[in-house]
């Protein structure tokens, strides 16, 4: 009896085993897709706390646009000009930390001057914020 519980365990051990070597990607993108979820909600967030504190007006630097994706659309992640992205640095990252201490960054940005998500508001100022890189056919996009 002792020697038929031992084989259980074993095989139970194994299989536990097999089952996370077969996709220990799909985990990791899924953990950074959640991370993604979170700087999103972030930054949406403290674009509405800057509208809130404004009067409702929405950084200037954020474009009227239908897509998020486009290149444009682009968040800056460096001080002074940003050619072709959206600069939101200059109304939300302040040492004080009203809004932002820093832009979160996507987990697996390549880009030396964007934080790798993008933000977009349509014609009745609703913005948009998402994040292109999101892993495992997943479309993280927000809006309010």
């Known amino acids: 009896m002792l020697e038929v519980l031992l ?10 085993i097999v089952i996370l070597a077969l996709n220990p990607s799909k985990q990791l993108g899924d953990t ?32 009227v646009d239908t897509a998020c994706y486009a290149s444009n659309n682009e968040i800056c992640s460096i001080d002074g000009t940003c050619t072709g992205k959206v600069n939101l640095k200059q109304y939300l990252v302040s040492t004080t930390s009203k ?10 940005n390549v880009s030396s001057e964007g ?21 495992n056919n997943a479309s993280i996009s927000i809006s309010r």
Do not use: W
């Open 32 to 63: 950074r897709n959640a991370q993604r979820r979170a700087d999103v909600n972030t930054i949406l967030s403290a674009v509405y706390q800057y509208a809130i504190d404004n009067n409702g007006i929405v950084p200037a630097s954020i474009s």
């Open 7 to 16: 084989v259980v365990a074993i095989i139970a051990i194994l299989a536990g």
């Open 115 to 135: 934080t790798g998500y993008y933000i977009s508001k349509d014609s009745n100022n609703r913005i948009t914020v998402c994040a292109p890189i999101a892993e």
């Open 99 to 108: 809004y932002l201490v820093s832009l979160p960054a996507d987990p697996q």
